[in-house]
C-alpha cells in the first residue's frame, strides 16, 4: 500500500489486534499511528441502517456481505398478549465479510479518511484496510453505514472525573455526598473500570418506568443550553406504553420531567462534562417506558423487558388500592414473577409517605406484593431513614435519597438536585446494572440477595444500607479477570512488549492488567540491551488498592535495582534509574485487587567520566588513601580512606577528518595504594566490589610487578603489603560502574573477647571525614588507643540532635565510659587508659533512622570542663 497509509501485519497494532481479537472473539483491526492510540474496529464488520436497503444489497451482491441474524428474542408464555409487529426488529444491520472485499481506489480513500493527521498511519490487516476503504467510500456519499468501533479501549484509569456544575452539588462526581460514605459508590465505579480493562464490556440495559422524559418531538434528548450533550446520549431506546409507536417524551402534568431525574441518576453517562453522574454511568444504556402508572402498563413493561431480554427495570412509581379485592393480584404477580424468572432485576421506590410497609389499608405496588421486586428507602445525608421515606418490613434494602445531583431537564437548566425514594431506587438500579456487567450469569435473584448480603448494617428504621463497592465486589467472587495469568512465580513472569506510546514496554495483552485477587502477586519480564536511563511507571487505584513495586534482576549480584529513584504519587509510583544490559524483573505485590497500567520507558546512556578522570596509566593513578594524614602537600589531590563510584567508560574520539566524534575502546583505571603499616587488630584492605560487569582487577608493587591477578569477577577484596606503595589497575572488556574503597579493616580472627566480627575503624579527625551512617540501632567501631591520632582526652562528635548513647567498651565487653553533652558536642572521655583496642558503641532510638554522626575536632583542655 503506498502513500501514508500502509498495511503492518507483523508490527505492533497487528500485536494488539491479535489479542483482542482472542479476548472478545472476534476478528479486530486497529487503524492509526504505531501505539495504542489506534483506533480499533471488528476487522470485517460494518453497520448499515436497516432503512437502507439498496446498500445492504449492493455490500452483499458485490462484495459478498453476509447479514448476521440478530439474537432471536424468547416467546412469552402463555395468556401474555404479543406486541405488534416490528418494535422487536432491529434498527440497524450488521454484516460481516468472509473474504477481502476488494475496493477500487483503496490506498485513495485511506489517505483522504485520514485526512490531515500528522506521520504515518498504519492498519494492522488487509481485511481491516479494505473494510475500512469501503466504508469510507459509501461514507462519503453520505451512506448511513459505519465500521463496528470499540469503544475507549486505551483511556486513562477512571481516577477522576468531571461532570457539569449541578448547583448544590459541583461538577465533580466523586465528591457527592450522596455517593460518599459507606456507600462507596466511586470504590465501585473504579472496580467495574477494573473488570473492563480485562474484557469487553456487556450490553446491560436499564429500564426506567416513568414518566415526564425531556425528549424533543423526534424522540431526540434535549441537550441544555451550556450543555455539549444530554446526559442519556445521542439517542435514547424508547416505548411510550400511552401511544406505542410514538415518542415517549413530554412533561407529566403532575410530576414534571420526574422520569428524566430518575434516569439520570441511575444511567447518567459518568464522567462526559455533561449533566450528572448516575450510579450505573459506567455501564447502563437507558430504556425510557412512558407510562400513565396504570396497572395494565406496568405489567405490560415487565413483559417486554422479559421478551427483549433486559437487565435492570426501575420503577419510582406506585399504584394504590382501597381494598385488596380491587387489585388484579394474579395476573399482576404472574406477569412480575416472570419477569424475575427471566432475569430481569426489578427495583421499586418504597414512596415517600412515611407509612409502615405492609399496611393493610394502603395496598401500595410495586413497593409491597409484588414478587421478584426489591424495594428501596430513603436515607437522610447522616444514612438515617428520611423522614418521608416509607419504612417496615417490605423495605429490603436503604440508599441516598436527599440532595441527589440529576441532569438538566425543562424546569432545571443547569440540573438540580433532588429528595425522595424515586431516586434511591434508581442509585440501586444503577449498581444492579454494574453487577449484571462485571457478571452476566447471575440470576434476578442472585442479583437481588447479594444487594441486601452486602449492605451495612443499620439502625431505627433502617435494616440494610447500599454498599456499592461491596456488592460488585461479590458479583465478581472477589477476583478481577485476569488475561496474563500465570504469571505470579519468577519462572512464569510475563513478557513486557514493546506496545506502548514511543515503543514503551507493557504488559504483553495490552496497556492495562489486574492485580486479580488479594493474594495476588505479579511477575513482569524485561531485558536491557545496553546501559540505559530506564523508568518504570505504575498507576492502579488507590481507593482499591495499595500497590507495591520492586525491580529485580535476574542476576542476584547486579547493580542498579537498588539505586532507582522512587517517586510515589496518589495511585502511582515511578522508579526510574541507570541500569546495566541484562535481564530484569518488576515484582507487583498490594493489599487488594485493582486494575493497574505498567510501563516501562528506556533511553540509552553513555556512562560519564569519574571523579578520578584521568587516571588511564601508572604515571596519572589516583592516590589512594587508608587512613587519614595530618599532613598532606597542597599539590597532592588524594582520596579516602572510603568508598567511591567509579566507572569503566567510552570516551567519544572526534576527529576533523570525519566531522563527528566515535566512540573508543573502554578505558582502563589505575589507583595508587600508599599502604600504611598495619595495626594491632587492622590491616589496610582495598576492596573493588558491586560491578554491573565482569571487571580485572591486577595489584602490582611500586616497581611495577605484579603481585596479585584476579579476573571476570565483580566483588574482589585485596590486602596489599604493609608500609609499602601500591598500584591497582582496573580493566574490562564492556563499560561498566563499580565501587572502589580503601580502609584500614579489623582483623576479626585476632580480636578478643565478644567483638570477633568484622567492623569499621573509628575515623580520625583530620580532614573533615565523611559521617558515621547509623544505619542500624547499635553499631560498633574499632578505637586503638594510643595511637597518634591527635585526639587529646576526649573524641568530639557534632550533636546531631538525637537522643543518642555513646559508650566505650573494653576487652571484657564492659562499658567503661559514657558520652556526655558540652554545648553543641557529644565528648566521650578517654583520658587515663591504657593504649589498646577498644570498641565505641553507638546507641540510636528505634525511628531515628538514618541519622548521621560527625566527628569533629576535639576540644583543647581547658574547654572541657
Known amino acids: 500500500m503506498a502513500g501514508r497509509v500502509r498495511v503492518d501485519e507483523g508490527g505492533v497494532l497487528a500485536h494488539y489486534a491479535d489479542w483482542r481479537s482472542r479476548t472478545v472473539g472476534r476478528s479486530v483491526a486497529a487503524l492509526g499511528p504505531a501505539d495504542l492510540t489506534a483506533m480499533p474496529y471488528v476487522a470485517n464488520e460494518v453497520i448499515v441502517d436497516e432503512e437502507d436497503r439498496e446498500l445492504i444489497d449492493e455490500l452483499v451482491g458485490r462484495y459478498g456481505a453476509e447479514p448476521i441474524d440478530d439474537r432471536e428474542l424468547p416467546e412469552p408464555p402463555e ?101 460518599a460514605g459507606r456507600t462507596r459508590m466511586v470504590e465501585a465505579w473504579q472496580l467495574m473500570d477494573s473488570v473492563q480493562r480485562m474484557r469487553s464490556n456487556p450490553f446491560v440495559v436499564l429500564a426506567v418506568l416513568d414518566n415526564g422524559f425531556w425528549l424533543d418531538g423526534n424522540g431526540a434528548p434535549i441537550v441544555a443550553g451550556g450543555q455539549t450533550a444530554s446526559d442519556l446520549g445521542a439517542g435514547v431506546m424508547q416505548l411510550n406504553l400511552m401511544a406505542e409507536g410514538t415518542p415517549a417524551g413530554g412533561m407529566s402534568p403532575s410530576n414534571g420531567w420526574h422520569g428524566n431525574s430518575v434516569a439520570s441518576a441511575g444511567a447518567g453517562i459518568l464522567n462526559n462534562a455533561a449533566g450528572a453522574a448516575g450510579s450505573g454511568g459506567t455501564v447502563a444504556t437507558p430504556m425510557l417506558f412512558r407510562t400513565d402508572i396504570s396497572v395494565d402498563q406496568l405489567m405490560r413493561a415487565a413483559r417486554i423487558c422479559a421478551a427483549w431480554g433486559l437487565d435492570v427495570l426501575n420503577m419510582s412509581i406506585g399504584t394504590w388500592g382501597d381494598a385488596e379485592i380491587w387489585f388484579p393480584t394474579t395476573a399482576w404477580d404472574k406477569a412480575f414473577r416472570f419477569a424475575a424468572d427471566n432475569g430481569v432485576v426489578m427495583i421499586a421506590a418504597a414512596g415517600n409517605s412515611s407509612l409502615d410497609l405492609p399496611n393493610a389499608d394502603d395496598h401500595v405496588r410495586p413497593a409491597t406484593r409484588t414478587p421478584g421486586v426489591l424495594t428501596v428507602g430513603a ?53 444492579a446494572a454494574m453487577m ?35 456488592a460488585v465486589f461479590a458479583a465478581i467472587g472477589a477476583a478481577l479477570p485476569d488475561n496474563n495469568e500465570p504469571n505470579n512465580t519468577p519462572a512464569t513472569a510475563g513478557r513486557l512488549i514493546a506496545t506502548g506510546p514511543g515503543g514503551a514496554l507493557q504488559p504483553g495483552l495490552g496497556p492495562f492488567t489486574t492485580r486479580s485477587k488479594s493474594g495476588d502477586t505479579d511477575y513482569w519480564k524485561f531485558r536491557v540491551e545496553r546501559f540505559s536511563t530506564v523508568t518504570v511507571a505504575v498507576d492502579w487505584y488507590e481507593r482499591l488498592s495499595t500497590l507495591g513495586v520492586l525491580v529485580e534482576g535476574e542476576d542476584p549480584d547486579v547493580r542498579g535495582p537498588d539505586d532507582l529513584t522512587r517517586t510515589n504519587t496518589a495511585g502511582g509510583l515511578t522508579l526510574t534509574g541507570l541500569l546495566p544490559p541484562g535481564g530484569y524483573r518488576i515484582r507487583v505485590t498490594g493489599g487488594g485487587i485493582t486494575a493497574y497500567s505498567l510501563r516501562v520507558t528506556q533511553r540509552p546512556a553513555s556512562l560519564p567520566r569519574d571523579i578520578f578522570e584521568k587516571n588511564d ?178 573524641l568530639a562528635f557534632a550533636d546531631p540532635g538525637v537522643d543518642l548513647r555513646i559508650g566505650l567498651i573494653d576487652r571484657t565487653g564492659e562499658v567503661i565510659r559514657e558520652a556526655r553533652t558540652l554545648g553543641d558536642r557529644l565528648l566521650l572521655d578517654i583520658e587515663g587508659l591504657e593504649p589498646g583496642p577498644y570498641i565505641v558503641q553507638i546507641t540510636r532510638p528505634d525511628e531515628a533512622t538514618g541519622t548521621e554522626l560527625r566527628v569533629v575536632p576535639p576540644l583543647p583542655n581547658r574547654d572541657l570542663h
Open 79 to 179: 395468556g401474555i398478549q404479543v406486541r405488534e409487529e416490528g418494535l422487536r426488529g432491529p434498527v440497524a444491520v450488521r454484516l460481516k465479510f468472509r473474504e477481502v472485499p476488494a475496493v477500487d481506489d483503496q490506498d485513495g480513500l485511506l489517505e483522504q479518511a485520514v485526512g490531515d493527521r500528522p506521520g504515518e498511519v498504519f492498519v494492522s490487516s488487509e481485511m481491516g484496510a479494505a473494510v475500512a476503504a469501503m466504508t469510507a467510500r459509501f461514507a462519503f456519499d453520505g451512506r448511513p453505514i459505519g465500521l463496528n468501533l470499540y469503544g475507549e479501549p486505551f483511556a486513562m484509569p477512571l481516577s477522576t472525573a468531571t461532570e457539569s456544575a449541578i448547583p448544590g452539588a459541583g461538577a465533580n462526581p466523586f465528591a457527592y455526598a450522596a455517593f
Open 379 to 431: 436515607l437522610d445525608a447522616s444514612d438515617n431513614a428520611a423522614g418521608f421515606s416509607n419504612y417496615g418490613s417490605s423495605v429490603n434494602l436503604w440508599a441516598p435519597g436527599t440532595a441527589i445531583p440529576v441532569a438538566p431537564d425543562g424546569a432545571a437548566p443547569l440540573g438540580s438536585t433532588k429528595n425522595g425514594t424515586s431516586f434511591a431506587a434508581p442509585i440501586v438500579a444503577g449498581v
Open 436 to 470: 449484571r456487567s462485571a457478571n452476566p450469569s447471575l440470576s434476578a435473584h442472585d442479583i437481588r440477595r447479594i444487594l441486601v448480603e452486602t449492605g451495612w448494617q443499620g439502625t431505627g428504621r433502617v435494616t440494610k444500607g447500599l454498599d456499592a463497592f461491596a
Open 617 to 794: 596509566s601508572f604515571e596519572s593513578a589516583a592516590v589512594m588513601l587508608f587512613e587519614t594524614n595530618k599532613w598532606t602537600p597542597f599539590f597532592t589531590r588524594t582520596w579516602g580512606p572510603g568508598t567511591y563510584d567509579a566507572t569503566l567508560h567510552r570516551d567519544v574520539l572526534y576527529s576533523p577528518y570525519i566531522g563527528g566524534g566515535t566512540k573508543g575502546s573502554v578505558n582502563v583505571d589505575y589507583f595508587r595504594l600508599d599502604v600504611p603499616d598495619r595495626k594491632i587488630f587492622s590491616r589496610p584492605a582495598v576492596a573493588v566490589f558491586d560491578s554491573d560487569q565482569v571487571v580485572d582487577v591486577t595489584l602490582y608493587d611500586e616497581h611495577r610487578n605484579v603481585i596479585d591477578a584476579r579476573t571476570n569477577l565483580r566483588h574482589v577484596k585485596l590486602y596489599p603489603p604493609p608500609k609499602s606503595t601500591c598500584y591497582l589497575r582496573v580493566t574490562g572488556s564492556q563499560v561498566t560502574r563499580y565501587r572502589i574503597s580503601t580502609r584500614m579493616e579489623t582483623d576479626s580472627h585476632i580480636i578478643p573477647g565478644p567483638w570477633q566480627e568484622e567492623l569499621h575503624v573509628f575515623p580520625k579527625w583530620w580532614g573533615d571525614p565523611p559521617p558515621l551512617h547509623l544505619e542500624d540501632p547499635v553499631t560498633h567501631y574499632l578505637h586503638e588507643l594510643g595511637e597518634d591520632r591527635g585526639e587529646g582526652s576526649a
